[in-house]
């Protein structure tokens, strides 16, 4: 996906003015919010089983290699293949020669960040393979040639109007009267539309929500359906998924499955859950010749062991997204990669480096509702502040905010010259302030007061006023 | 009778430079609970600014100062759940590797209180002398309500005050979008944000909108002022202590 990063601020700036996304936005928090509270309400043992879940990641993360391995034995076992991509341009070789081999045409996809993160379907296309998405979210962006603003609910900077419009740009073959008011009917149209692309596809493509050691399976979740479809009508299954999504046995992941849905979207648990194992068996009625997983590192593994390990934890339930407040405002692209929200902040400077990614982590408030929510209990908050950390060490800031801070820091070491600087600033700004008492624009704020007014001070600090009163009370004394 | 609780004042710079009336109502409001309160003068700022900006050297200085003027006290009150949260939950980890102050950080950051819940939970105030009538809403500002947990305490004291009657608003426990540094270095992300908030307090009717931060107050205000709205905006001590003569946070509308 095309990198936006460095250009956030211009980014968040055209999102801000976007009344169509800002439209959108406003019903991210109705949609997400109180459904997953209620689910956590629900159900008395949620909090436990997020501790759970953290256990979980953390000992698979500690043990990743020996899981791996023990992952690729069972696929091999069962009679799929295991592929190790180390980045983006080795995972998207892979799927090419695979789909080469097959000869494939059209390759049908459900659901998978993986693949953005890789870029997969501009690859595929340029090399006259046609990727076809299934998730119905997926489809209709895929329809706009944009990108996915949140991970689990791709389409959700787009209003229903524009899907009706470009269903009827897109569908043309069918009749232009057709009534497509109702929500429903665009859920069906694209059905129908999805179906015959199923039949045919030469290959299926998935991403995988977790990969069980023991048993050498991939497990899937969809509302849709469209992965089961996708991975059994396909003659090759191709599931795409990075390193972290190992987890040692089915009911690791079973467990991790309580929390996902219920943070996600507040279900119980997704309407489909698929676990898959090896190609079709000589018993089986259906399913693939050929199973393939190509395992992704770009530059998980390098995470390991600093202090951005635990971000490896993270199960893509989009609830830190979900709940963070810049999110709500600027929506999922002006993050400019592929994962936007808290969990972006943290994981984009790691994947494709700080430099580019800088804004990202600075961008928060750190109102900690992100950690709050996570069911992986990933202190996003105080992840952000250590790439804060490194941009620092780096002089990756702006320069008028280092030079600011560091004056800032200087003076408040030395409390004396602060006390001196303080009682001078405070009554000058209240004596300029008039009797307002506030400024609606003032030189070197001017970013607050575009939108608002700047309260100004009192008058004298507190500390002037507190020692005056104490000496007068001394003196009142003697 | 157990001797009477030394509390060392953490004025918090926004309230030093911004608000002294909070400082004096904080003040009051600790001696009215028995405490006796004293103000250091070497005291500024508790490094939250450099920390959350990545520049954990000067943080750690600033802990160090703060540390060696206020350890001494029995407890630390600040009138911020900013300051507190800082003081409280990131020194120890701050000065985790100094071995002169890694001990030191620990029982320090033990001491510290945000004022609501100071009073609240520590002096255990049930009835405070204050009357004033108001329509009030409350808003939660994070390091309060996620770093410190705290919820009910202002609200319990609010209820004890004759005349005030509260009306909570929708998404209360929502970011206003002050952040710190982050309304200086995202000042249109952070304006979008507040106004979400100036409308879901607009929206109660209340005549007065308290919290306990004065960064999330000022930030507030100015967006209300902006909008032409009038609900006077008071730090939560003000109401508490009674002290509402002064001119509102802003000036009157
Ligand atoms: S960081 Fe946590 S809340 Fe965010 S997507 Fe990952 S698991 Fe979900």
Redesign the pocket.
Known sequence: MHLTSPSFKENSARALADAPLQRALAKVPLGFIDKRRAAADALPEFEALRDKAVEIKNHALKHLDLYLEAFAEKVEAAGGTVHWAADAEAARAIVLDLARKRGAKSVTKSKSMISEEIELNDFLEQNGIQPVETDLGEYIIQLRHEHPSH??APAIHVNRDQVEADFRRAHADLDPQRDLSDPRSLLAEARQVLRRRYGEADMGITGANFLVAETGSAVIVTNEGNADLTQLLGKCHVVIASIEKIVPTLEDASQLLRV?AR??TGQDMSVYTTVVTGPKRAEDLDGPEEFHVVLLDNGRSAMLGTEFEE?L???????????CPVYQTIGGHAYGWV?P???GA??TPSLIGVEDAAHLPNASTFCGR??E??????P?PKLMRHWREREFERHLQPAPMRWGLGLWAFAARRPALYRWGTSLVAPLLSRMAGKKQRFSSLPLAGGWTKGRDLPAPEGKTFMQQWAERRSAAGKAKA | MTARLRVGLFVTCLVDLFRPSVGFATVKLLEDAGCVVEVPEAQTCCGQPALNSGDRSDAAALARQVIDVFENYDYVVAPSGSCAATMRNDYPSLLEDDPAYAARAVTFSAKVFELTSFLADICRVTHLEARVEANVTYHDSCSSLRGLGIRAAPRRLLSSVEGVTLTEMPETEVCCGFGGTFCVKYPDISNAMVAKKAANAKATGARMLLSGDLGCLMNIDGKLKRDGVDIEVRHVAEVLAGMVDTPPIGGKS
């Not at chain 1, 934890?313 to 709940?323: E, Q, T, V, Y």
């Open positions: 991970i689990i996902l943070s996600a971000a934890r993270c199960i893509r339930c989009g609830a830190c997204m979900n709940h994962y929200g808290p969990i943290v994981l992100c950690e929510v996570c069911p992986v209990r990933i996003l």
